[in-house]
T-cell receptor
Framework: IAGITQAPTSQILAAGRRMTLRCTQD?????MYWYRQDLGLGLRLIHY???????GKGEVPDGYSVSRANTDDFPLTLASAVPSQTSVYFC????????????FGPGTRLTVL | GQNIDQPTEMTATEGAIVQINCTYQ??????LFWYQQHAGEAPTFLSY????GLEEKGRFSSFLSRSKGYSYLLLKELQMKDSASYLC??????????FGAGTTVTVRA
């Protein structure tokens, strides 16, 4: 059982380019989340999805978009990357959107130059 | 808004006990989580408290006081593998997690 996977593991991207970070879970969890983690700031919620077909904005949604076409996949897209989006991105899932343990993917380290 | 405070760093000796405090001021409360994160890895779940009191799970215990907006994570019989960051996260009114910046614990021999 893989749990939750992310791709790519790391990426260096030129500013202005479009980039999609992939996230897939095989636990049939209803809720999925995207966080970014920056030194000294902790994890901050970018977007979330309580169930397939729905999405919502988190604390820092600007410059990012998500979709949830099915239960397993929750891609995060940067339409036009900027250097301030350099960060480590974690995808997570939980069985339900209520106060439930979240399982995190291994992360994607993104550098925007 | 959310305000979650925890110490930046702590150092302790192998076999000792360390207590990591977390204070919070949030819009609503639906429980408090502690996660462990080793360097370069994903956070992993340690504990969840929604009622006041102490929850013990092996060498790790977590305490919550809702009236004081306070929690702590207690790590006993420290081992080298416990060197990691410990993240305090509050579940707010809309069931989303707000994380503190994390406490880096270094265990020395």
């Amino acid at each position: 059982i893989a749990g939750i996977t992310q791709a790519p593991t790391s990426q260096i991207l030129a500013a202005g380019r479009r980039m999609t970070l992939r996230c897939t879970q095989d636990m049939r969890h209803n809720a999925m989340y995207w966080y970014r983690q920056d030194l000294g700031l902790g994890l901050r919620l970018i977007h979330y999805s309580n169930t397939a077909g729905t999405t919502g904005k988190g604390e820092v949604p600007d410059g990012y978009s998500v979709s949830r076409a099915n239960t397993d996949d929750f891609p995060l897209t940067l339409a036009s990357a900027v250097p301030s989006q350099t960060s480590v991105y974690f995808c997570a899932s939980s069985a339900n959107p209520e106060a439930d343990q979240q399982f995190f993917g291994p992360g994607t380290r993104l550098t925007v130059l | 808004g959310q305000n979650i405070d925890q110490p930046t760093e702590m150092t302790a000796t192998e076999g000792a006990i360390v207590q990591i405090n977390c204070t919070y001021q949030t819009s609503g409360f639906n429980g408090l989580f502690w996660y462990q994160q080793h360097a370069g890895e994903a956070p992993t779940f340690l504990s969840y408290n929604v009622l006041d009191g102490l929850e013990e799970k092996g060498r790790f215990s977590s305490f919550l006081s809702r009236s004081k907006g306070y929690s702590y994570l207690l790590l006993k019989e420290l081992q080298m593998k416990d060197s990691a960051s410990y993240l305090c996260a509050v579940c707010n009114n809309d069931y989303k997690l707000s994380f503190g910046a994390g406490t880096t614990v270094t265990v020395r021999a």
